[in-house]
Each structure stands twice: as structure tokens, then as C-alpha cells.
């Protein structure tokens, strides 16, 4: 882990909108969740005050965290992506190219169309996420970070670069000081290649939802496999996934059958 790297205080920093049940809710995160999540993407992307950035998701959604915060730490420069150009894939290149971007966060499938039809010379990662990644092969040699986490651990708790085409592209291993543990029913650690509920603990794990104390209670609990300091809490997501023989994570879906429309997960009727 990174841990001197963090400012630990304590005080409120962001109210992120998350959509994991179909309705906002307010996340507390903490200024040391921030800086956790910004330390990790500083360390992975080799972040300097050299690369320009785009900030494409919307400052409602938790995404736009991740688009500005750990650039503004390193002195980065953001190009904010126009609401209008955002699916016009040569309008997007364009501006990647014009503003010499090394980094795109972009929705799922809108990076992974750009990943299969555009041409940015300068572009090296292409970050996706929110939903599952179908499987392809980038037309150009962009690595293509899959990343996956919920608002309640800081935008995203896992990463996986991809280059080439996997039939089973996997969300990747835990982000630095994180620590993910897959359950059964029980709350009992289950071995590589079962199915069970991800639970995440760490420096990213919020503070809990605004107002909801008995909210709070049901998805932040004791965590069981560590009384470290800062993993004492762990979350409860529930997706369910399992680990592979390499280490890597593979999501399966959601334990109680909420399915995503558009980046919106909501309930079936």
C-alpha cells in the first residue's frame, strides 16, 4: 500500500449520486477516501503535470471524481468533454487529439466503440467501467482499463488492463489499500473459483450514507478479516463474483437481480 501518500482527516468531502438501487442516495465520502483512490491512479497511470485528461461524466455522478480529483493532485490538465460531443465518436477523437490526452475515462460502451474505430496517436488508456465489458479487440494499441467498484468504496476498487482480445475479460485485482474478500451466505471467506458476494474494506470504504443511519448499519459492517486501522468496516456490494487461479476478479452479476439500463441499475418488474 501507499498509506503515507494519503491526507487522512476526517471531514466530509463529496455527496456523490450513486444508482445501485435505481435511486440517489447520498454517499459521505471522506477526504481520505479521495486521496486514496487519487494515490492509487497517480501510481497505475504514472500520472504527471505532463498529461491533459478528459472529464466526460457529469459532476452528479461519482465518475466525475475520478475524472478531475487525481489529475488536480499531480497538476494535470482536464478538457471537459461538451455534453453534445460525447457520443459523436469523431468529435471526441478530435478533441483528444487536439488537447494531446493520455487518458479517457469514457462510459463502456462508448469506449469500447472509440477503443474499436478510433485513431488517437497520443491516447494511451482508455478507462471504462459501470457496466460489463463485452469482449473485443482494440483497433489501435490504447490499453483499455476495465475498472469496476461501487460509490460506497470511492468510484472503483479494482482494475484490468487489457490490450489484446479475452473471451472473459475480468475486473482485475484490488486497488491499493483496498482489500476485497468474496463471501457466502454466511459472511465466510470462500476459495478461488466459488461464487459469493464481493465485500471490499480500506482507505476507499466511505463514511456511510447521509441522514440513513439504519441504511449505514445493514451495508457497512465489522469487518471480520481485519482490525487493521481503516479496514475495520467493510461494505457490502451486493455482486456477486469470484476469484480466479490468477488472482484476477471475475463479476457475475447482482445478488438481488437489479439489472443496468443505460448505466442505471433498476429493478425488474
Same mark, same amino acid.
Given at each position: 500500500?501507499i498509506?503515507?501518500?494519503?491526507? #487522512?482527516? !476526517?471531514? #466530509?468531502?463529496? @455527496?456523490?449520486?450513486?444508482?445501485?438501487?435505481?435511486v440517489?442516495?447520498?454517499?459521505r465520502?471522506?477526504?481520505k477516501?479521495?486521496m486514496?483512490y487519487?494515490?492509487?491512479?497517480?501510481r497505475?497511470?504514472?500520472a #504527471?503535470?505532463?498529461?491533459? $485528461?478528459?472529464?466526460?461524466?457529469?459532476?452528479?455522478?461519482?465518475?466525475?471524481?475520478?475524472?478531475?480529483y487525481?489529475?488536480?493532485?499531480v497538476?494535470?490538465?482536464?478538457?471537459v468533454i +461538451?455534453?453534445e460531443?460525447?457520443?459523436?465518436?469523431?468529435?471526441?477523437?478530435?478533441i483528444?487529439? /487536439?488537447?494531446?490526452i493520455? !487518458?479517457?475515462? @469514457?462510459?463502456?460502451?462508448? %469506449?469500447?466503440?472509440?477503443?474499436?474505430?478510433?485513431?488517437?496517436?497520443? @491516447?494511451?488508456?482508455? !478507462? $471504462?467501467?459501470g &457496466?460489463t465489458? $463485452?469482449?473485443?479487440?482494440?483497433?489501435?494499441?490504447?490499453?483499455?482499463?476495465? &475498472?469496476?467498484?461501487?460509490?460506497?468504496a470511492?468510484?472503483?476498487? #479494482?482494475?484490468?488492463?487489457m490490450?489484446?482480445?479475452?473471451?472473459?475479460? +475480468?475486473?482485475?485485482?484490488?486497488?491499493?489499500?483496498?482489500?476485497?474478500?468474496i463471501?457466502?451466505?454466511?459472511?465466510?471467506?470462500?476459495?478461488?473459483?466459488?461464487?459469493?458476494?464481493l465485500?471490499?474494506?480500506?482507505?476507499q470504504?466511505?463514511?456511510?450514507?447521509?441522514?440513513?443511519?439504519?441504511?449505514?448499519?445493514?451495508a457497512? !459492517?465489522?469487518?471480520?478479516?481485519?482490525?487493521? +486501522?481503516?479496514y475495520?468496516t467493510?461494505?457490502?456490494?451486493?455482486?456477486?463474483?469470484?476469484?480466479? @487461479?490468477? %488472482?484476477?476478479?471475475e463479476?457475475?452479476?447482482?445478488r438481488? %437481480?437489479? $439489472? /443496468?439500463?443505460r448505466?442505471v441499475?433498476?429493478?425488474?418488474?
Open positions: 500500500g498509506r503515507d501518500d494519503l491526507v #487522512t482527516g !476526517v471531514q #466530509t468531502c463529496a @455527496l456523490p449520486i450513486s444508482g445501485t438501487t435505481g440517489p442516495k447520498g454517499v465520502l471522506l477526504q477516501n479521495l486514496a487519487a494515490a492509487w491512479y497517480r497505475y497511470f504514472a #504527471t503535470e505532463q498529461f491533459r $485528461v478528459t472529464c466526460y461524466n457529469s459532476y452528479g455522478f461519482d465518475g466525475s471524481l475520478a475524472d478531475m487525481p489529475a488536480l493532485t497538476g494535470a490538465g482536464i478538457v +461538451p455534453e460531443k460525447k457520443l459523436d465518436l469523431p468529435a471526441l477523437a478530435e483528444i487529439n /487536439k488537447h494531446h493520455v !487518458v479517457a475515462d @469514457l462510459p463502456a460502451q462508448v %469506449g469500447r466503440q472509440f477503443a474499436l474505430t478510433m485513431d488517437c496517436p497520443e @491516447l494511451k488508456y482508455i !478507462v $471504462v467501467g &457496466e465489458l $463485452v469482449p473485443f479487440k482494440p483497433v489501435y494499441p490504447y490499453i483499455v482499463a476495465n &475498472e469496476y467498484g461501487p460509490t460506497e470511492t468510484v472503483s476498487i #479494482t482494475c484490468y488492463s490490450t489484446e482480445y479475452e473471451p472473459d475479460i +475480468p475486473i482485475g485485482k484490488p486497488m491499493d489499500n483496498t482489500a476485497i474478500y463471501v457466502d451466505s454466511a459472511g465466510r471467506r470462500v476459495p478461488p473459483g466459488a461464487l459469493g458476494e465485500w471490499v474494506a480500506g482507505i470504504v466511505a463514511g456511510g450514507y447521509l441522514n440513513r443511519p439504519e441504511k449505514t448499519k445493514e457497512f !459492517v465489522p469487518n471480520p478479516f481485519s482490525q487493521e +486501522p481503516d475495520e467493510a461494505y457490502r456490494t451486493g455482486d456477486m463474483a469470484r476469484y480466479r @487461479l490468477d %488472482g484476477n476478479i463479476f457475475i452479476g447482482r438481488d %437481480g437489479l $439489472v /443496468k439500463i448505466g441499475r433498476v429493478g425488474l418488474a
